[in-house]
């Protein structure tokens, strides 16, 4: 059983800067696509970034975020990124991050196995 455990939510105002973490246990980590996936109030959960396993080569983002969000991993700390920069009220959400086993970076998040618990993202304008 993969646990994964999300931090660096909060507060923030609009236009400033966040970066969210993912720390996965155990030792294969490389081998998973890692994806982060947000949910807010009265609304269903939304596909965000996408990292390919392995070294992480392919990257994918929704149109929303693209070009304000960077989804990074480092495989030598078990840990996936999500650098949110220029945020908006509309960022708004509950951040979980998800783990697909030789995954290519889905956007489905019914490939994904493994997820946390979440993290509170709130961006106030």
């Known amino acids: 059983q993969r646990q994964l455990v999300e931090s660096g939510g909060g507060l923030v105002q609009a236009g400033e800067s966040l970066r969210l973490s993912c720390a996965a246990s155990g030792r294969t980590f490389s081998n998973y696509a890692m994806g982060w996936f947000r949910q807010a109030p009265g609304k269903e959960r939304e596909f965000v970034a996408a990292i390919t396993s392995g070294g992480g080569s392919m990257t994918y983002y929704a149109d929303t975020v693209k070009g304000r969000f960077t989804i990074s991993r480092d495989n030598t700390k078990n840990t996936a990124y999500l650098q949110m920069n220029s945020l908006k009220p509309e960022d708004t959400a509950v951040y979980y991050c998800?783990?697909?086993?030789w995954g290519a970076g889905d956007r489905r998040s019914q490939q994904y196995e493994f997820w946390g618990q979440g993290t509170q993202v709130t961006v106030s304008s």
């Open positions: 998800a783990a697909d086993l």
